[in-house]
């Protein structure tokens, strides 16, 4: 039987992506869709990796956004595709109960009649 072991950070070669890292609090494990729901848990992982980790101005659908540390902008399309889950209606759920959970938060903006958030 092998044993994994973890390489002491002194010890560390970098990775070969310069994209940098994200931090993930290992309670996470204890939210109920982690380990019952691979596509919810694909999706929020999908979030913390493409939310800003510094200030950046962004545009979306034309319009200028400033987004600060953890904010992103991004449709449940382009959510759902880059987390592997091909349902919207999938998307919307997760999203919801991640709100409801406090694990996230939504803020909706009005640009040209519709709702971009």
Same mark, same amino acid.
């Given at each position: ?18 994209? #940098? ?40 659908? #034309? ?6 540390? #953890? ?41 040209? #009649?519709?709702?971009?958030?």
């Amino acid at each position: 039987m092998k044993l994994a072991t973890v390489t002491p950070i002194n010890q560390r070669r970098e990775m070969p992506s310069k994209n #940098g890292y994200i931090k993930l609090w290992r309670d996470i494990k204890k939210q109920s869709f982690w380990k019952k729901d691979l596509e919810a848990k694909s999706i929020f992982i999908e979030l913390i990796m493409a939310a800003q980790h510094t200030q950046k101005q962004t545009t979306y659908k #034309g319009k200028t956004i400033e987004l600060r540390e #953890g904010q992103l902008i991004i449709s449940r399309t382009e959510l759902g595709e880059a987390a592997g889950v091909d349902s919207d209606s999938k998307v919307h759920r997760c999203l919801e109960k991640f709100a409801k959970l406090d694990i996230i938060t939504k803020v909706n903006e009005k640009h040209k #009649g519709h709702f971009i958030g």
